[in-house]
């Protein structure tokens, strides 16, 4: 049973910071890339971040690069995100997500991702 657990969300003041984990189980980490997604309210779940198996490559959607980094601890099985100069539009239940195929893209859609956890909700309040 693959599973996927985000923490690390909660409530900051605009130009904030926080870091989100997601935890993973049931699979060899390391043979997955890793993606971020997010759903703010009343919007369809959109690309934050991926990052590949080894953690060498990243990429970011343009709304949040030069803000927000991926990382990943292959002996962890964690994948984190960092998120600074946080600002109100960044409100939004993120989502870590696997991505099991054999290729080696970054992938933005929804559909290229295999596995997904629960979500954890982050607040920026202006």
């Known amino acids: 049973q693959v599973q996927l657990v985000e923490s690390g969300g909660g409530l900051v003041q605009a130009g904030g910071s926080l870091r989100l984990s997601c935890a993973a189980s049931?699979?060899?980490?390391?043979?997955?890339?890793m993606g971020w997604f997010r759903q703010a309210p009343g919007k369809e779940r959109e690309f934050v971040a991926a990052?590949?198996?080894?953690?060498?490559?990243?990429y970011y959607a343009d709304s949040v690069k030069g803000r927000f980094t991926i990382s990943r601890d292959n002996a962890k099985n964690t994948v984190y995100l960092q998120m600074n100069s946080l600002k109100p539009e960044d409100t939004a239940v993120y989502y870590c997500?696997?991505?099991?195929?054999?290729?080696?893209?970054?992938?933005?859609?929804?559909?290229?991702?295999?596995?997904w956890g629960q979500g954890t909700h982050v607040t920026v309040s202006s």
């Open positions: 049931g699979r060899t980490f390391s043979r997955d890339t």
């Open positions: 990052i590949s198996r080894s953690g060498d490559s990243t």
């Open positions: 997500a696997a991505d099991a195929s054999p290729g080696s893209w970054l992938g933005t859609s929804l559909r290229s991702y295999d596995y």
